[in-house]
């Protein structure tokens, strides 16, 4: 029989010592056990009167004022920047807008572009490589962006990037934490075995961005995309970003070049003429009521460390397997996400054979995670909302509900 007041006790003291622990009350939370912030962040008190003031005043009064006064044409741009150093890169490198699919294309025919350019002496390239266990839209794009460039596309597993890319090899896409199994990929050494290999580097930060440091410019990836929605707790839809490395800005030539990335977007040129820096990777008019609640969202992070993050999400994730293990007995669980914290994002996956099911049953208890196809119960652990006492409570209404 599970030692029930123990593992209580331990929750209540490691919340008692946790830094982290006031952020909560920046979000809109009720009793609930939210473990689905990896699909959905929560929301940040903030962001309803943003968006009001948005909508009243700088929509209903300013109108058409506001792209100027109210820092509308710049938002892309200046949003870019203050995600930048959740994700390890200088100012003047992330613009924000359109989906992650979006920007999964963008990212990827522009790498392959930057290859075949000749300007550095790699050309003939004409191989895609992706990650075969990838959030299917990235394999979906890929599969575009090669029969546009030529390219043969080749999905393989993460771990086998380092023995596959060669002289053949234009740009490699990878996930940095697994969507499915929560497995963190070793961004720095596949990074460099890419580079090894005279390949580009493009990742897809959906999973680890505001959940761990990703260390973009420290490591040299090349380019980069995210959404906003999970850990950045940006709201439904909210737009994706695109980082793309400082020295090969010049050279980026994007696939869709609308005219909100011109040099003079309001020349009206007929003529396209890239503008300099990240503005490259912007498109169309971007969409100003989810931009400016993300920016609202983004404030949270005000004095926040994302090392101070990444401890609290494996002490969470820590937590909460030694929590299943000691509430769900009878092997009616299966941890498929790594146990080694070098490899292990901030959720953990549970293998359930009737997992669909189990999941309805919590969520009518008040824990939420979510299902994936076709076993696997998803708890996502956001640390600046989850709690070790929700943590436990989580771990304790899973064995009852599977007892
Ligand atoms: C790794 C990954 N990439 C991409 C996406 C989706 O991208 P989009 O913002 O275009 O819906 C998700 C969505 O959950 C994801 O987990």
């Not at 209580?8 to 010592?17: C, S, W």
């Not at 992706?130 to 979906?140: E, L």
């Not at 708890?379 to 600046?384: A, D, E, K």
């Amino acid at each position: 029989m599970p030692d029930v007041p123990e593992l209580r006790e331990r929750a209540a003291e490691l919340d008692a010592a946790d830094e982290l622990a006031k952020l909560r009350e920046q979000f809109v939370l009720d009793e609930v056990v939210y473990l689905d912030g990896n699909s959905l962040g929560a929301l940040p008190v903030g962001v309803p009167g943003r968006v009001d003031d948005v909508v009243r005043r700088q929509w209903g009064e300013l109108r058409i004022r506001s792209w100027e006064e109210s820092g509308w044409w710049t938002a892309p741009e200046r949003i870019g920047d203050r995600i930048a150093p959740l994700v390890g890169a200088a100012p003047g490198q992330i613009v924000v807008g359109d989906s992650t699919s979006v920007n999964v294309f963008k990212a990827l025919v522009g790498a392959v572009r930057l290859v075949g350019d000749g300007r550095d002496g790699r050309s003939g390239r004409n191989e895609i490589l992706v990650d075969a266990t990838t959030f299917p839209t990235d394999g979906y794009i890929a599969a575009s962006a090669a029969r546009l460039t030529g390219c043969e596309l080749r999905p393989l597993e993460p771990a086998e990037v380092p023995g596959a890319v060669g002289p053949r090899t234009a740009a490699v896409l990878l996930n940095h934490v697994d969507y499915r199994t929560g497995r963190l990929h070793d961004l720095p050494s596949l990074t460099s075995a890419i580079h090894d290999a005279g390949a580009l580097a493009v990742w897809d930060l959906c999973h680890s961005a505001g959940a761990l440091p990703v260390g973009l410019d420290e490591h040299g990836v090349d380019l980069a995309v995210g959404c906003t929605y999970k850990y950045l707790n940006g709201g439904p839809g909210s737009p994706a970003y695109l980082y793309v490395r400082g020295d090969l800005q010049d050279r980026f030539d994007s696939p869709l070049p609308g005219w909100n990335s011109h040099a003079d977007p309001f020349g009206m040129s007929p003529s396209y003429a890239p503008a300099p820096g990240a503005l490259r990777g912007r498109v169309g008019t971007p969409d100003i009521l989810s931009m400016l609640a993300l920016e609202a969202a983004l404030e949270v992070w005000e004095d926040v460390s994302i090392d101070a993050v990444r401890a609290k999400s494996l002490a969470l994730t820590d937590f909460f397997l030694e929590c299943v293990a000691a509430y769900v007995t009878g092997g009616r669980v299966e941890s498929i996400t790594p146990s080694a914290h070098a490899e292990r994002g901030s959720q953990v996956a549970l293998r359930c054979p009737d997992a669909g099911e189990v999941m309805k049953r919590l969520i009518e208890r008040g824990v939420v995670g979510d299902f994936r196809h076709p076993d696997v119960l998803r708890f996502g652990f956001t640390p600046l909302y989850v709690g070790f006492g929700d943590v436990e409570r989580a771990a304790r209404v899973l064995g009852e509900t599977l007892g």
